[in-house]
């Protein structure tokens, strides 16, 4: 009979999130086999098995890696702020990091199968990633990453462990440093107006056109002069204009002198700003609101019925 580890019960129980002991009972009954093991727990567990891998992880850190000129900018996410201050998790992030400035995976599941061993598992990133899940009892999982080699300078911020920020300069240290925090802080969403998402641009002209309707729509209810459609065309243009500026990084004023524009700044310190990369952890993730009451409504119906 196969001997049956720790390590493969902690692996069992962070891809099913089963008791451990029955883990350890199903990877017995299956003689080690890991994929049998897991089928036999839902066909056991039924629903139960499995939970912890989909439940939601819009927690998590941003972490990043910069050596001899090549960096990496990675999201690891988790359920819980609580894990987020683990030293196991924040160990695997950091290692992940640093895999992706070595290695140059191309994406999240390539990544997940270079080499790595901590705390007992392995021999992957991925593996360590399912023990880990299995040991702290959260699911956790690799998001986003980038990789910087362009062979231009990098400067690099972390506000705490959830902005993180890369800029891509030619130039002061201290100035792409500045700008780093400033993106943190502001988010721009384009270098330049010209660099802005067409479909932000859309969405932009869209809300103002929608005001303008509700303006004229207000004028006319009240009996007063509606606007003339040339008029109307230059505040949309002007509303989408001004929101052009506000979420260009060049066209922001610089948070740590705002007499003068971010572009104003770098010009005076001879610095040129190539790209930047910006990661809020979480952003874009829908996260779960638990609402406590029907919650413990639904456990006093579930309790009615099976007494």
Known sequence: MAAITASMVAELRGKTDAPMMECKRALTEAEGDMAKAEELLRVKLGSKAGKAAGRITAEGVVVCSMEHGIGALLEVNCETDFVTKNDSFLALANAAAAMVAKHEPADVAELSLLAYAQDGFGPTLEDVRKGLIGKIGENMSFRRFKR???????????????????????????????????????????????????????????????????????????????QSAEIVAKRIEGGVQKYLKEVSLFNQPFVKNDKQTVEQMLKATGTTVKAFTLYVVGEGIEKKVDDFAAEVAAQVAAAKQSA
Request: without cysteine.
């Open 148 to 226: 910087f080699a362009s062979g231009s300078q990098l400067a690099a911020y972390l506000h705490g462990t959830r902005i993180g920020v890369v800029v891509e300069f030619e130039g002061n240290d201290a100035a792409a440093k500045d700008v780093a925090m400033h993106v943190a802080a502001m988010k721009p969403v384009a270098l330049s107006s010209q660099d802005v998402p067409a479909d932000l641009v859309a969405r932009e002209r869209s809300v103002a056109a929608a005001k303008a309707a509700e303006d004229a729509a207000i004028a006319t209810e009240a009996g007063k002069p509606v």
